[in-house]
Structures are given as C-alpha cells and as structure tokens.
C-alpha cells in the first residue's frame, strides 16, 4: 500500500502569499494516478487537480499541480481568502485508494 | 449535473450493523465506479471500497472483512453495508464518482473522485 505524507500539518499565510504543498509517496507513482482536493469546514473535498498538474473544472488558473515519481507539490498563487482550507493529496494503485493526511492554510 | 445524496441513520449502537444508501443523478451508473470514503471527526479521509455496476470490487484491505458495497443500477443507487462497529466507526461518510474513462467496451478508473455527496454522519453509541 502506498503512503501518502504531506508537508507541512500547517501553513499560517496571508492573502496574496505565493504557496507551496507537498505530498511524499512511499515509493514511485504514475503522475496520472495523484490528485488533490480542497475541502472547508462542513463541507465534502472538492477535486482542484487531477494526474498531478490538470486542473478539475471551475478551478482558478492560480492553483497548480506540479511533480513526478514520488514527490508532488499544489501551488497557490495570490492566495485569496477563499483559499484557506484542508487540502489532501490522494493516489490511486493497484485497485487501492490512498489519501494523504492533509495540509491546513490558516490565516495569519 | 452529476449529484450524489447520502442516507441512512445518525446513530448506530456498537456492534451492530451500519447500512448506507447512496442515491445518484444525472449519470449512468453503467459509466463510473462508485466509492465510499468516511473522515473521523477533525481527522483525515479513508477510502472504504468502490463497485462497478457489473459487481466489480475493491475494498481498503483493514475493512474488508466488515464492509459489503452493492450497487442497484435500476434505482441508481449503491450502498454500504459494515458490521460489527464500534466507536472508532464513528466519522461523516461519503459517497463518490470514481471517474473514469472509455476504452473499447470497459470503462477505466481516471484515478480520482470528480463528485461527492455532502456526507452523512454517523455515530456509533449506546
């Protein structure tokens, strides 16, 4: 089973900051097969990328998805409010379904 | 629009059984895999299983010996069934597209989940 670690637990940031998170897999994986979503406090995740740099429709073009073999990263340009939230990293291999244990944007 | 409605009770006593019902619109059941995912309270997501119309499976390997996934193409819905719960059962359940993509006559998971229900809580007490 691959495990999925993300970086960091929490980032603390500003609107209009530039970032950047990661997720490790444990071994290498079809850049195909990652993606990540977004989820806010009450709310089910919402797709933001797929095969690890394809937007998911009605994303904003300052979210993108970047990495290959076992190291993939979701930037954010010019953070905006509606930004902060949880976001998972998840993997598919195998028939098996992996997630990420999740980064949280807060404000500052 | 695709649009997926979870149901099924809020409280479950523990060692009984937990089953969930998944109702779908605005897609054919015959043309994606469908999932179930639970997050535990302020923890991160799980993926429980997921099934093909044709009964096709796949289960998380520490839950399979509890969990049942079927699917009812003619009601388009699919549903969950787990055993034996217990307080650490206790999490919102999602259901899910697994998106996939045609080739020849089979349909192959694209590798993520494009739409999801807005959760159905459940607690597991006594």
């Known amino acids: 089973e691959i495990v999925l670690t993300q970086s960091p637990d929490t980032l603390s940031l500003s609107t209009g900051d530039r970032v950047t998170l990661f997720c490790r897999a444990s071994?290498?994986?079809?850049?195909?097969?990652l993606a990540w979503y977004q989820q806010k406090p009450g709310q089910s995740p919402r797709l933001v990328v797929y095969?690890?740099?394809s937007r998911a429709t009605g994303i904003p073009d300052r979210f993108s998805g970047g990495g290959s073999g076992t190291d993939f990263t979701l930037t954010i340009n010019r953070v905006e409010a509606e930004d902060f939230a949880v976001y998972f990293c998840?993997?598919?291999?195998?028939?098996?379904?992996?997630f990420g244990q999740g980064t949280r944007l807060e404000i500052k | 629009q695709v649009r997926l409605q979870e149901s099924g009770p809020g409280l479950v006593k523990p060692s009984e059984t937990l089953s969930l019902t998944c109702s779908v619109s605005?897609?054919?059941?015959?043309?994606?895999?469908w999932s179930w995912i639970r997050q535990s309270p302020g923890k991160g997501l799980q993926w429980i299983g997921n099934?093909?119309?044709?009964?096709?499976?796949n289960y998380h390997p520490s839950l399979k010996s509890r969990v049942t996934i079927s699917v009812d193409t003619s009601r388009n819905l699919f549903s969950l069934r787990m055993t034996s719960l217990t307080a650490a059962d206790t999490a919102t359940y999602f259901c899910?597209?697994?998106?996939?993509?045609?080739?020849?006559?089979?349909?192959?998971?694209?590798?993520?989940?494009?739409?999801w229900g807005q959760g159905s809580v459940v607690t597991v007490s006594s």
């Open positions: 071994q290498s994986i079809s850049d195909s097969l």
């Open positions: 998840q993997h598919y291999g195998g028939g098996l379904i992996t």
């Open positions: 605005g897609a054919s059941m015959k043309t994606s895999f």
């Open positions: 899910a597209r697994f998106e996939s993509r045609r080739e020849g006559y089979n349909f192959i998971p694209r590798g993520h989940f494009d739409t």
């Open positions: 095969g690890a740099s």
């Open positions: 099934i093909y119309y044709s009964g096709s499976l």
